[in-house]
Each structure stands twice: as C-alpha cells, then as structure tokens.
C-alpha cells in the first residue's frame, strides 16, 4: 500500500474514531449526488471534493472508476459508489480473473471509503439486449472478487435500472415487470437478495410529465400542492410523483417474489434547460424540484406502500455536462455551474465560499498538517479544541483551493520549514497530536502563531 493510501487509512480511523469499521452502511442519511463527467469544463476531483464537502453531501456516485477521482475522493469520508461501464459487462461476466484484476486496480488500492460497485447502468430494458444475459455473470464475478479480497461487506455489488423495466406502473399498485426482461431481472433480483443489495431505480418525474404534459399535474411532479392521486387498489393517496415511482417499484418486487427488498433512487433530478419541445426544462422548475426534494428526504420517511423505509436518493446532477449526447436537456440537470457556482438556489453556497475557510472561521485554533510530496498538493486542519481521542473535523484541501489569507500563511510556513509532514504526524507519532501552531480567530480575523 502506498504511502498516500496509508495515511488515507489513518485519516480514516482518527476521523471516524474506534467504533467505525469496514462495514459501515453503503448510504449515509438520506440524501446523495451522482457525479457525471462528461464535460470539459468542470472543476477538478480536487476541487469537487471541497464543493461536496462544503455542501456537506457525503454519498457520491461516479460512473466509472477513474483514477484521479478515486484518488482524491479516498479517505476524505464520503460514502463512494463507483461504476463498471456497461461496455465492461461482457468481459467481466466471462472473465473471473479480469474481474479480480478490476477490484484490485479499482476498489482494494482505494479502501477505504469506496462502498459499492454498480454493474452497468440502466442495462435491463436497454438497447442492447445481448447484455441482458451477462449482466448477473458480471455482477457474481465482481462479488466474489471482492469476497476473496476480503472487501464484500465492505462494498456493495448493485445495477440501477430504468423505468423501462416496468410495465403498467398506474396506479402504482399495478406495475410489474415487463416480460421480456422478468427472466434477467428474477435471477439478478434473487442474487442481490442473497447479497443484501437493495433495488436501485432511476426516477425521473420530469421525463414522466415531458412525455404526457397534458395528463399529468405539474405540480405533483414538483412536490408542489396538488390534489395529488389515489390508488383504488390499495386506497392510497399520493401528494407527488417521485412516492409513486417508488411504490411502483415496491408493488413490482412484490409481484416478483422480492417484498423484503429495499428501493433506493440512484438517479433522480430536474432539467434547467431544454429544447423547443421540453418547456417545463426551466431554472425555476429545476430549482422547485430539487429544493423540495431536499425538503422530502430531510423529513426521513418512507412512502405511502412502505412507511418505515425511510426514502433514499441520489440527485442527478453535481455539474451540467456539455459532451453530453441528445436533447438539451440531458446536458442541464447540473445544481452547479462548471465553475462551482451554483446554478439556482437550493441552499448550497457553491465553491466561491472556500469550505476550510469557513471551518477555519468557526473554530478558535487549529492544527495544521502538510502532505509530503513535492511540492506539497494538500493541507488538512485539524479543529484543537476537540478531545484527543477524536478529531472530529478534518478538512483535506488542495493548496490551491485555499482562500488568499490562509495559503499565504501555509507558504510562508513552507518557506520557514516550520511545519510537520503528515505522515511523521500520524505514523511516527502513532497517532498522537503534534501541534506546529495555530490560528487564532479574533473577530473574524486570523492570526498565526508558531510554537
């Protein structure tokens, strides 16, 4: 293990103190972001590490495994879930040993802090059905890779699906699974079940109303004030869409077997912008659709087929991505801009607001910790007024995500060799504080003073 990821294991440990093993939850509280990339004009991992920690959003989902990511995402305490594209699906599905090789490269080099792997994407109900049977070969390859490594109650093997693999989902009481994918989709489902995985679903209530405007209340699809719908099934009432996809999912798994299954939201967001034909794509729409989803997880509860699983989702998406193909739509479902500003307002302050300076700001005096490459590429704070045995707020910033004031004090500490490398810190000293100087907060101003 490399130095760097030693110490992302220590950093680990004292961040989340004695109690915290391996086996923590795969999704921590009710609310996550899926990071997509296909774009170039977004900020760095880096840099995204800071806008997420600063929007205190710890449940990520990549679409790959890229190594820059995973690097700056490791042992920073998100809860990470990184993708197998699908054009990986055959290889892995056939391959036991690529499959292993994949973990190792992917997953093992970057522990902690990765909790799932997802198969593919939308691959059931996708265009191309020669993934259909090769999907459960991968997905049981990937799991028994992480099972020889040590890593399978560490890490989550799932698939997300599309709607597209439900037939008549209204009310949501009828839906089940469509025929031609109910053979695929009863192994994989009996596999996860086994596994402890939950049924992940990409839930789009604005693709729902953009394809029947006329039918459809825009106001339940916004979590707006709505006489809502009642199902004559199950005589339940529902105040929004989103609830509805849901138990349409619950009713489907039901039908298939699979009633003590969990439904999580992989995927689930507003467009701000669209084509001629997709007028309901606005910032104000999008910025209504994601504040009030906000709001609805923030009430952890569940829905109105399953009110003690409380509702867990992952909002679609950190960035606008400009390579993105097809309509306008599909390149504007961003909550920030490319250059982490925020693209309306849902209560995040985006990255102008340097997050390690507004920590700095609220505490009376820290340590500080510089990595020890050359030159150095981060900085860590460490809040002094906490006990020893727990550090209870770290933040790990590129040097150049510093605001002016603070990282001319860190170069002028560089400069005078005043300070202590990381990992004499946290190794040598066996975990033990060692305090090199503090800022002072006087009224919001800082001071520096050497010890």
Same mark, same amino acid.
């Given at each position: 293990?490399?130095?760097?990821?030693?110490?992302?294991?220590?950093?680990?440990?004292?961040?989340?103190?004695?109690?915290?093993?391996?086996?923590?939850?795969?999704?921590?509280?009710?609310?996550?972001?899926?990071?997509?990339?296909?774009?170039?004009?977004?900020?760095?991992?880096?840099?995204?590490?800071?806008?997420?920690?600063?929007?205190?959003?710890?449940?990520?989902?990549?679409?790959?495994?890229?190594?820059?990511?995973?690097?700056?995402?490791? #042992?920073?305490? &998100?809860? *990470?879930?990184?993708?197998?594209?699908?054009?990986?699906?055959? +290889?892995?599905? $056939?391959?036991?040993? =690529?499959?292993?090789?994949?973990?190792?490269?992917?997953?093992?080099?970057?522990?902690?802090?990765?909790?799932?792997?997802?198969?593919?994407?939308?691959?059931?109900?996708?265009?191309?059905?020669?993934?259909?049977?090769?999907?459960?070969?991968?997905?049981?390859?990937?799991?028994?890779?992480?099972?020889?490594?040590?890593?399978?109650?560490?890490?989550?093997?799932?698939?997300?699906?599309?709607?597209?693999?439900?037939?008549?989902?209204?009310?949501?009481?009828?839906?089940?699974?469509?025929?031609?994918?109910?053979?695929?989709?009863?192994?994989?489902?009996?596999?996860?079940?086994?596994? #402890?995985?939950? &049924?992940? *679903?990409?839930?789009?209530?604005?693709?729902?109303?953009?394809? +029947?405007?006329? $039918?459809?209340?825009? =106001?339940?699809?916004?979590?707006?004030?709505?006489?809502?719908?009642?199902?004559?099934?199950?005589?339940?009432?529902?105040?929004?869409?989103?609830?509805?996809?849901?138990?349409?999912?619950?009713?489907?798994?039901?039908?298939?077997?699979?009633?003590?299954?969990?439904?999580?939201?992989?995927?689930?967001?507003?467009?701000?912008?669209?084509?001629?034909?997709?007028?309901?794509?606005?910032?104000?729409?999008?910025?209504?659709?994601?504040?009030?989803?906000?709001?609805?997880?923030?009430?952890?509860?569940?829905?109105?087929?399953?009110?003690?699983?409380?509702?867990?989702?992952?909002?679609?998406?950190?960035?606008?991505?400009?390579?993105?193909?097809?309509?306008?739509?599909?390149?504007?479902?961003?909550?920030?801009?490319?250059?982490?500003?925020?693209?309306?307002?849902?209560?995040?302050?985006?990255?102008?607001?340097?997050?390690?300076?507004?920590?700095?700001?609220?505490?009376?005096?820290?340590?500080?910790?510089?990595?020890?490459?050359?030159?150095?590429?981060?900085?860590?704070?460490?809040?002094?007024?906490?006990?020893?045995?727990?550090?209870?707020?770290?933040?790990?910033?590129?040097?150049?995500?510093?605001?002016?004031?603070?990282?001319?004090?860190?170069?002028?500490?560089?400069?005078?060799?005043?300070?202590?490398?990381?990992?004499?810190?946290?190794?040598?000293?066996?975990?033990?504080?060692?305090?090199?100087?503090?800022?002072?907060?006087?009224?919001?101003?800082?001071?520096?003073?050497?010890?």
């Amino acid at each position: 293990m490399s130095q760097h990821h030693k110490l992302g294991f220590i950093l680990f440990l004292l961040f989340f103190g004695p109690m915290a093993s391996l086996a923590d939850p795969a999704f921590v509280g009710t609310y996550g972001i899926n990071y997509g990339r296909l774009a170039d004009n977004i900020p760095s991992p880096d840099k995204v590490v800071t806008l997420l920690r600063s929007a205190k959003i710890r449940n990520v989902r990549i679409f790959d495994a890229d190594h820059s990511v995973l690097t700056a995402f490791s #042992g920073a305490g &998100f809860k *990470l879930v990184i993708g197998l594209p699908n054009g990986f699906i055959k +290889d892995m599905s $056939s391959n036991a040993s =690529n499959a292993l090789s994949w973990v190792k490269d992917n997953v093992q080099k970057f522990m902690p802090g990765i909790c799932g792997v997802a198969i593919g994407n939308e691959v059931l109900g996708g265009s191309d059905a020669e993934l259909y049977g090769a999907l459960l070969g991968a997905v049981k390859n990937i799991h028994s890779a992480l099972s020889q490594l040590g890593l399978s109650d560490a890490v989550q093997v799932s698939t997300a699906h599309s709607q597209a693999v439900f037939s008549n989902s209204y009310p949501p009481s009828s839906c089940v699974f469509r025929e031609n994918i109910a053979q695929y989709m009863k192994s994989l489902l009996q596999f996860f079940s086994e596994a #402890g995985s939950p &049924f992940c *679903l990409n839930a789009y209530p604005f693709l729902d109303y953009m394809n +029947d405007p006329a $039918s459809i209340d825009i =106001n339940y699809a916004l979590f707006q004030k709505t006489k809502g719908i009642f199902d004559p099934k199950t005589e339940l009432h529902y105040d929004n869409m989103l609830d509805a996809q849901i138990d349409a999912a619950y009713a489907a798994l039901e039908d298939a077997g699979f009633d003590k299954m969990e439904v999580i939201v992989t995927e689930t967001g507003w467009a701000s912008k669209g084509d001629g034909n997709e007028a309901a794509a606005t910032p104000e729409n999008a910025r209504i659709y994601n504040f009030n989803l906000r709001k609805r997880l923030a009430k952890k509860k569940g829905t109105p087929r399953r009110p003690k699983n409380v509702v867990k989702a992952y909002v679609f998406a950190t960035f606008n991505e400009n390579l993105k193909p097809g309509p306008t739509s599909e390149r504007n479902f961003g909550l920030f801009k490319p250059d982490g500003s925020i693209a309306y307002d849902v209560g995040y302050k985006g990255l102008k607001s340097s997050s390690a300076y507004s920590i700095v700001l609220s505490l009376k005096s820290l340590y500080v910790f510089i990595s020890s490459s050359s030159p150095p590429s981060w900085v860590i704070f460490i809040d002094a007024g906490f006990s020893s045995s727990r550090f209870v707020e770290v933040v790990s910033v590129g040097l150049d995500n510093l605001c002016p004031g603070i990282a001319s004090v860190v170069k002028t500490m560089m400069f005078r060799k005043q300070f202590i490398f990381v990992n004499q810190a946290l190794g040598d000293q066996q975990g033990k504080r060692v305090q090199i100087g503090e800022f002072h907060n006087d009224s919001g101003q800082l001071t520096w003073e050497f010890v």
